[in-house]
């Protein structure tokens, strides 16, 4: 029964793992200069948390995460507070989702929302590096962006 077992999870993995339709969008690395260059605003900041929106009665819902900015690195930004999509309760979870704590730190790499304004938007999960404020890698980044 084990062999039986055994064969079976491996004939999966070989058909699983040629199949085209496996490869992770997400998998391959970004380069530094690919997450500079593609970012509108790169930024050190805190997750404060996230609500949900609900715009005309229910129909276009949203849960928005709020970053309170420390060190704006590139890019403007027109508030206090910085606004980034996050994923509605109601989906199941998936791999290329991204959690976060209230009171988080880091270095947050992001996109514009494509009509909007002051939305914005990780895509990928080297979009958020977790640095300490006084932390070597952050001055490195620093010197980047100069």
Known sequence: MFNRLFVRLFIFFIVFSLSENTVSYWSAAKTEEGLIKESNVIVYAQYQGESAIEIADK???MNLGVLRPIQLLKGKVSSELIFIKRYNKNVPLSSDMFFFKPGQSGLW????IPGSTGLY?????SH??????????LKLWQKKMK
Not at 109 to 112: H, M, N, Q, R, V
Not at 121 to 125: L, V
Not at 131 to 137: A, G, K, Q, T
């Open 59 to 61: 129909e276009f819902q």
């Open 109 to 112: 790499f992001l996109k514009a």
């Open 121 to 125: 938007q990780m895509t990928h999960p």
């Open 128 to 137: 958020y590096k977790n640095i300490s404020y006084d932390s070597h890698e």
